[in-house]
């Protein structure tokens, strides 16, 4: 199979990934923090050193800062619900992912408002517009990095100078472009950022991260065991504790890790040149698809290396089917939990096909890709 899926979730995943997985599983899978004895302190001894690869990977000074979640839809939950309360004022874009537009829009019942800023045709966000939906009661700005749908990248820096000025909390959705973009957090002032273990981080699903700024309190989602404090009835204050109860996915976070060194040995430069010269490959093919209609950007350097197609009129769906059952080639069609970004686009109603590449995608496989495409439109 040829897989341009990789929005989704990344596959495959870096051999390291499956052997250190299986190795802490069948060798020292205990409960970290929960007992004394070597299994256990094993166990914690590599979330910690995950925790650590992580801080490295966005420059943050304090690895415990660094919260571990199941996927980067908890970790945005835990950000947004732990900020506001009621009376205060979230603003977000109209290309968000449903993890960031559902946990807000939820919020309204509780009296907490919000303005879903208009994007572009082209998913392009207008910080000045962005900057005029602030009111006297804006608590929290959310933004993604890039676009899952189009991959049409948001200009972060700009927006957390603007949250930053106007002493607004600013929280990063970086689910497309943690692990291949260099988001350095001493540059790019986010409060809190979210992103997922699975995709550019090379690491398993059920795996997320958090990072929550240095002195902010977020509200607690969820109370229960943290192997710290135990003989106290209420949640401990101490980070990570705070928001990690229960069980850890040891062996998830052991590949996670991983992934994270992988991207350290490739270096995080290669990934992204290979990802962006891919895409701006394949988005110069596909002009020579008849009915190809193109979305977001056309400069691959303005976007991540997820390309949105339809073919005429023809059912996304449709398109899809044909390219895994035809030419065994994976890609994803419909509304990718985005509607208000297909709305943006135009492609509501008709959803569309989304090729996201990945490290591991070649030359080889976009023409291959390309040629199904043509067999496609001419047969339709």
Known sequence: MIYLDNAATTFPKPETVYDAMMDCMKNYCANPGRAGHKLA???????????????????????????????????????????????????TTSMEHN??????????????????????KDGFLNVKDLEEA?????????????SNVCGTLVDIKSVSEIAKSHNILYLLDASQTAGVYNIDLKEISADMLAAPGHKGLLGPQGTGILYIREGLNLNILKEGGTGSKSEDLFQPEILPDKYESGTHNTPGIVGLNEGVKFIFKEGINKIKEHEEELCRYMLERLEEIPNIKIYGPKDATKRAAVITINIGNMDSGEITFLLDSEYDIATRSGIHCAPLAHKTLGTLEQGAVRFSIGYFNTKE????????????SKNN
């Open 134 to 146: 602030i009111r006297s009661n804006t608590k929290l700005i959310v933004t993604t990095h890039a």
């Open 365 to 376: 496989e976009i023409d291959k890709a390309i040629e199904a495409l043509k067999e496609i």
């Open 41 to 91: 302190m094993k166990a914690a001894r590599e979330i910690y050193d995950t925790r650590e690869n992580i801080a490295k990977l966005f420059n943050i000074d304090n690895p415990m800062n660094i919260v571990f979640t199941n996927n980067a839809t908890e970790s945005l939950n835990l950000a947004i619900k732990g900020v506001v309360n009621a009376g205060d004022h979230i603003i």
């Open 99 to 120: 993890s960031v537009i559902r946990p807000i829009k939820a919020l309204e019942k509780l009296g907490i408002e919000n303005t879903i800023v208009q994007c572009d």
